[in-house]
């Protein structure tokens, strides 16, 4: 079972920037898809951002409340994956999860397709 492990949450100011990072406990295979979805207080959990790798070829997709302020990254050879946040605002405090398939995820925004998931990294945007 591969697992994933997160870092790099933490308090940050309105106005500010985090790193976040998520990498697979295995790497004997690849991973195809990773995403990051987040959970604020009282509310359910949403996608963020997602990258995904096909034969020779890299999509991106986001939700719109983050488009042009975080960038999704990574290598897929090594199985990890980033999320930079910048002009983080107090609505995205959440807790933000990780999450991976193995497989070719046409529709990278249903949390119900990824198979493995970290266990969160906790943002708290101040006002």
């Known amino acids: 079972q591969v697992q994933l492990v997160e870092s790099g949450g933490g308090l940050v100011q309105a106005g500010g920037s985090l790193r976040l990072s998520c990498a697979a406990s295995e790497n004997t295979f690849r991973l195809t898809t990773m995403a990051w979805f987040r959970q604020a207080p009282g509310k359910e959990r949403e996608f963020v951002a997602a990258?995904?790798?096909?034969?020779?070829?890299?999509?991106?997709d986001y939700v719109d409340a983050v488009e042009g302020r975080f960038t999704i990254s990574g290598d897929s050879a090594k199985s990890t994956v980033s999320l930079q946040m910048v002009s983080l605002s107090p609505d995205g405090t959440a807790v933000y999860y990780c999450?991976?398939?193995?497989?070719?995820?046409?529709?990278?925004?249903?949390?119900?397709?990824?198979?493995?998931w970290g266990q969160g990294t906790r943002v708290t945007v101040s006002s």
């Open positions: 990258i995904r790798w096909n034969a020779g070829n890299t999509a991106f």
């Open positions: 999450a991976a398939d193995r497989g070719f995820l046409p529709y990278m925004r249903n949390a119900r397709h990824y198979d493995h």
